[in-house]
């Protein structure tokens, strides 16, 4: 079974950083993209960044200059580097993989729980 793991939310001041990771478990042998999306409250989920593995990436454009995304594919792990967050960054974020390979089943898509990030004014 596949699992994703984020970590790395809190609570931060406008203009500072956060740095979130997430890692797959399981018996993976190839991952397609992965990508961070976030929900705030009351707010649909949306895409924040995603990333190829090839190493291609897309970001919205709310986020870009300031988020940079990144994978690790031999730790099958995800990075979001979060710089000048402003409060209406806050949400509960998540990490999302795409056509992940296992060792029984192949999974178009698999979620995360999320991990919250709460910035201050």
């Known amino acids: 079974q596949v699992q994703l793991v984020e970590s790395g939310g809190g609570l931060v001041q406008a203009g500072g950083s956060l740095r979130l990771s997430c890692a797959a478990s399981g018996t993976i042998f190839s991952i397609d993209a992965m990508g961070w999306y976030r929900q705030a409250p009351g707010k649909e989920r949306e895409m924040v960044a995603s990333i190829t593995s090839g190493g291609r990436t897309n970001y919205a454009d709310s986020v870009k200059g300031r988020f940079t995304i990144s994978r690790d594919n031999a730790k099958k792990q995800v990075y979001l580097q979060m710089n000048s967050l402003k409060p209406e960054d806050t949400a509960k974020y998540y990490c999302?993989?795409?056509?992940?390979?296992?060792?029984?089943?192949?999974?178009?898509?698999?979620w995360g729980r999320g991990t919250l990030v709460t910035v201050s004014s």
């Open positions: 999302r993989a795409e056509n992940v390979v296992g060792a029984i089943h192949r999974y178009l898509e698999a």
